[in-house]
């Protein structure tokens, strides 16, 4: 098949190219965008056209794969490709695997291929421990759109309803300041017909004491030795919430987003992003233009808070995962 199409991605093999589904615009249009170039691909990773820590690692190969079909250096290009997001461990760990392949478009299609596998395999590792019928609170995006496919934390999900016939009704957080819980979460799983419920971010600490949720469940940047979990900025204090009221909180993500060479939370790399997407919602200013503005685009939640780390490997303990890499 010379085409390979996903709901982020379709890739035109033969013709040396791809396109990515630009979730800037998403749910308003469903826009598709061209990568010709490798500076195609990191522009989209930069402006999160594309976001989320898997899906990341493969517009990145994807990246490094039209820099060789076109002839280019594809050294500079992985180093350009390094330098568009600090945070997410799937893009070092997928362009290691592009600068040691001998066939960047055959390595490109296993990372792809891989991705969508993963996530079915974790997604039922961790649909075993939901009940049949139960309210899962989840933050950001961590679904098919952060994904080549399936989810990873929303795969859990997918899983439950249609691999084991659960009824799961989930809650998302809007996610400030860019929205990903609202227009992402919100978009994919009401197309696949899952029931979801929009909250504010500051509802979280409500929704936890009213007993009204199952479970957490969460997706994952960075993964440290020690269990610690980098995740899109307001995990951490859902996780100390989820503590106080004893409300399981789990990390579902693929072994290939634990980094074999950062030993604790402390070390891991945070994102800081520009201050505008802080000061505007959807393009439009919400502050005065004079004041200053923090954009942390992640936090880092400590092992003690998280109940399990579900990956394609099994459900672990958070002191389990050094084993897995
Ligand atoms: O800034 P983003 O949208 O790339 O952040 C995404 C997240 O934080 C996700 O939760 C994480 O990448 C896991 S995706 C399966």
């Not at 690692?57 to 568009?84: M, P, Y």
């Amino acid at each position: 098949m010379t085409t390979y199409e996903t709901l982020t991605l379709r890739v035109h093999w033969e013709d040396g190219y791809f396109e990515i589904l630009d979730q800037t615009r998403l749910p308003q249009e469903e826009v598709w965008r061209e990568c010709r170039t490798h500076e195609d691909a990191a522009e989209a990773i930069e402006n999160l056209r594309v976001r989320g820590a898997p899906l990341i690692g493969a517009v990145a190969a994807l990246g490094v794969w039209v820099a060789h079909e076109r002839g280019e250096d594809v050294h500079r290009a992985i180093d350009r490709l390094r330098r568009t997001r600090p945070t997410a461990y799937n893009l070092f760990w997928a362009l290691k695997r592009m600068e040691r392949a001998d066939d960047p478009r055959r390595e490109a299609e296993r990372i792809l291929r891989e991705d969508a596998e993963t996530n079915r395999k974790l997604g039922d590792h961790g649909a075993d421990l939901l009940p049949d019928e139960c309210t899962v609170l989840t933050h950001c995006n961590a679904g098919a759109l952060a994904c080549v496919d399936w989810g990873t934390a929303l795969g859990v999900v997918r899983s439950a309803v249609f691999h084991q016939d659960k009824d799961v009704h989930v809650i998302a957080t809007e996610t400030r300041p860019v929205q990903q819980g609202a227009r992402l979460t919100c978009w994919e799983l009401t197309r696949d017909g899952i029931p979801v419920t929009l909250i504010a971010d500051t509802a979280v600490g409500y929704v936890l004491a009213s007993g009204e949720v199952d479970a957490v469940i969460v997706g994952a940047d960075r993964i440290a030795l020690d269990g610690s979990v980098a995740n899109k900025i307001g995990t951490y204090q859902i996780a100390v919430l989820a503590d106080r009221h004893d409300v399981p909180f789990y990390v579902a993500a693929p072994t290939s987003t634990i980094d074999p060479e950062t030993e604790t939370g402390d070390d891991i790399p945070i994102e800081e992003r520009p201050e505008d997407e802080v000061k505007t919602v959807q393009g439009r200013p919400i502050a005065p233009e004079e004041v200053k503005a923090r954009n942390p685009a992640f936090d880092v939640t400590p092992p003690e808070l998280i109940d399990a780390i579900i990956t394609e490997q099994g459900v672990v303990k958070p002191d389990e995962v050094a084993d897995l890499v």
